[in-house]
């Protein structure tokens, strides 16, 4: 049995990948350490809690006595999505983003060092440390210019990684993957929080004039491409993820309230965000020639079903995702 650590598989994007490591592989066993934050939800993976091939440990990667406590026994690989991820929280406050980004990072990578069994890790990052760009889609190997504290410490702890395999030989590889939706995220984020609002009949506030713009992958797309990335990225390089979906904020407000059957106006302007990115594009070609990765789901098909889980769970009155 092949033993592979997920970090933050209680999370949005991490429970997905946990289910489909034991769905698509049958020699896995899937170690899911998650210090259960507030984003997270164990519920998201009640349908495999029993199953004998999966272990969840509560683990805060930023503590020692944590980390020792998890690499007490030997893992194979690594695929670290643990991290505080929320943009507008890292601007009120950015010190728990550089705790868990940052520091957690560091606590992981120094364990890998010395545990010395992993032979793959793949560090899980974001299209956001390029910064914001105007046209075009960013490729791999572009400059970083996080443009918010949450971006900062998402391209120091991508830095930090790129440091080990040159200074350590670490066997890592990273992924940047664009914007994520479909189930289980959580009601801070802008898709599943525009759906409750049309929901409920609530205004839809949409930043300035909601003409940022942003890339958009369902989240089951997002997952296959990291494992690829796990069997057959090369190690030091970064592989970025993406459907190549770029629309305004607007736009996908407006598909939103379009499947509920509720008015356009509906959306109302609020207050900008603090230093807000306008645009963010990513080029994919590089996993989808070497790797041989395509997204499986468009946006118009992820957008339906996405509604239709949370519009559903609320019907039945099954609660918050989170
Ligand atoms: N959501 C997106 O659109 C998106 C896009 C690109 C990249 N990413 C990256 O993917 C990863 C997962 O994002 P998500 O949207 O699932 O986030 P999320 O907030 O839903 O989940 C993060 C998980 O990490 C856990 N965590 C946080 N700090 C921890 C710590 N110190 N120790 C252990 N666990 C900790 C939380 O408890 C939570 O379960 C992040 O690294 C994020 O930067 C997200």
């Not at 698509?24 to 519920?43: F, G, M, P, R």
């Not at 989808?288 to 079903?305: A, D, I, N, T, Y």
């Amino acid at each position: 049995m092949h033993r592979v650590l997920v970090t933050g598989g209680a999370g949005f994007i991490g429970s997905h990948y946990v289910r489909h490591l034991l769905r698509t592989h049958t020699d896995i066993e899937v170690i899911n350490a998650d210090a259960l934050t507030y984003s997270a939800n164990l519920q998201s993976l009640a349908d495999i809690e029993g199953e004998s091939r999966y272990r969840f440990i509560k683990i805060d990667l930023a503590n020692q006595a944590d980390i020792d406590c998890l690499f007490s026994t030997p893992f194979d690989e690594v695929v670290h999505f643990a991290a505080e991820s929320h943009v507008d929280r890292s601007i009120q406050g950015a010190e728990a983003f550089i705790r868990s980004n940052i520091l957690g990072t560091y606590r992981l990578l120094e364990a890998i060092r010395h545990g010395g069994t992993v032979k793959k890790m793949v560090h899980i990052s974001t299209d956001e440390v390029y910064g914001s760009i105007e046209k075009g889609r960013t490729p791999e190997g572009e400059p970083l210019a996080p443009g918010n504290p949450y971006s900062a410490s998402k391209a120091g702890s991508d830095l930090l990684c790129l440091a080990y395999v040159n200074t350590y030989k670490l066997p890592i590889v990273l992924t940047r993957c664009t914007n994520n939706y479909g189930p289980w995220q959580h009601l801070e984020k802008f898709i599943p929080k525009a759906i409750l609002h049309a929901v409920e009949n609530r205004p839809l506030p949409l930043y300035g004039a909601g003409n940022q713009e942003r890339d958009w992958i369902y989240v089951t797309d997002h997952c296959a491409a990291v494992d690829r990335v796990r069997e057959a990225g090369r190690v030091g390089e970064v592989y970025h993820i993406g459907a190549e979906n770029t629309a305004s904020n607007r736009t996908i407000a407006e598909q939103i309230l379009d499947l509920l059957q509720k008015p356009h106006s509906l959306i109302q302007q609020a207050k900008d965000r603090l230093g807000h990115d306008f645009r963010y594009s990513l080029n994919t070609t590089k996993i989808r020639e070497e790797l041989g990765w395509q997204p499986q789901v468009s946006l118009e098909k992820g957008l339906k079903e996405t509604v239709k889980w949370y519009q559903t769970r609320w019907e039945r009155k099954e609660g918050s995702p989170r």
